[in-house]
C-alpha cells in the first residue's frame, strides 16, 4: 500500500530542493560575471533577481510549521 509523504516531509524536501537552487543560481551568478558586457550582466540580474525571490520563498518554507 502506498502512503502519500505528510507535510514534514514534504516542507523538509522543499527546503532541500530550495538549497539546491540556490547553489545552482550562485553558480550562474559567477559565471555571468566572467562573461562581461551586456549579456553576462543582463544574466547576472536575472540570477540576482531569481535568487532574492528563492529566499523570499525559503523564509516563508522555514516559517511553515504543519498544523499540530
Same mark, same amino acid.
Not at 550582466?41 to 535568487?51: E, K, P, V
Given at each position: 500500500?502506498?502512503r502519500? !509523504? ?32 551586456? !549579456? ?19 523564509d516563508?518554507?522555514?516559517d511553515?510549521? !504543519?498544523?499540530?
Amino acid at each position: 500500500m502506498s502512503r502519500e !509523504p505528510g507535510l514534514p516531509a514534504l516542507l523538509a524536501e522543499a527546503r532541500d530542493q530550495a538549497a539546491v537552487l540556490a547553489e545552482i543560481l550562485d553558480l550562474l551568478f559567477l559565471a555571468a560575471e566572467g562573461l562581461g558586457d551586456t !549579456p553576462g550582466a543582463a544574466l547576472a540580474r536575472g540570477a540576482m533577481l531569481a535568487r532574492d525571490r528563492l529566499d523570499q520563498l525559503r523564509d516563508l518554507l522555514r516559517d511553515a510549521r !504543519p498544523p499540530p
